[in-house]
């Protein structure tokens, strides 16, 4: 290690995905793996304690989302490099990982040369963002669009935000699954989803939180 070393944090709940790519980037003489992460929480306790100089950011993570880890992480150390590697590629993704302070978004599958050059150039201050996505942002931007607001509870999937918004409503599990069309089973596995991103204990507090959010009103 020398004092040219970047310190970095993996934060993946895939512990195979993790482990390799924390082994890649250790194997670079300029990288040190300082520590992995398997969940949101986990990742803004870990980053607070041990101050990486980058941290490689899943989106789809246990007890929080990689987005809101990403927002805490930047809003307690301004310094912390966040790069995101993820399967997302959809638009409010992107913008809602922006807007949380990322400085690069990368798509997993990218070759590991291209994850080690991103993780060193967030790190001295540069933003990385992958072709694909690259292009996604400049095709926005030329369509004289502004960056879109980062949706209510970006955490939650579009159709997690549909079933809380009935749910803050009143709706009954069995009143959501008719008006979307769905399964009561399906309801239930999109409540439990709800309860561990937003990190509630029950409906009520899901509903408090959906209602303060201007959902269900």
């Known amino acids: 290690m020398t004092d040219e070393t970047t310190r970095v944090l993996v934060v993946d709940d ?7 790519l924390s082994g890649a980037l250790d194997a670079e003489a300029d990288l040190d793996v300082v ?30 989302s990689g ?8 809003a307690e150390s301004p310094h912390i490099a966040v790069l995101v590697l993820t399967m997302a590629d959809d638009e409010d993704s992107v913008f809602a990982a922006l807007r949380a302070g990322a400085r690069g978004y990368l798509l997993k599958g990218s070759s590991p040369e291209d994850i080690i050059g991103a993780v060193r150039a ?17 095709s926005y931007f030329a369509s004289g669009n502004a960056m879109p607001r980062s949706p209510v509870l970006p955490e939650l999937t579009d159709r997690e935000r549909e079933v809380l918004h009935l749910m803050a409503g009143g709706a009954r599990n069995a009143d959501i699954a008719r008006e979307l069309v769905i399964s009561p089973k399906t309801v239930r596995n999109h409540n439990s989803n709800i309860f561990a991103k937003l990190q509630v204990a029950d409906r009520a ?5 959906a209602r303060a959010a201007g959902l269900g009103v």
């Open 205 to 209: 507090d899901a509903i408090a939180r």
């Open 122 to 138: 967030v790190a001295h201050g540069d933003a990385v963002f992958g072709p694909g996505i690259a292009e996604r942002i400049l």
């Open 67 to 74: 987005i809101e880890a990403t927002r805490r992480v930047v």
């Open 14 to 20: 895939h512990p195979i995905v993790r482990e390799g």
């Open 35 to 64: 520590g992995t992460c398997s969940d949101g929480q986990e990742a803004v306790d870990v980053a607070r304690d041990l101050q990486p100089d980058a941290v490689v950011m899943d989106l789809h993570l246990p007890t929080m």
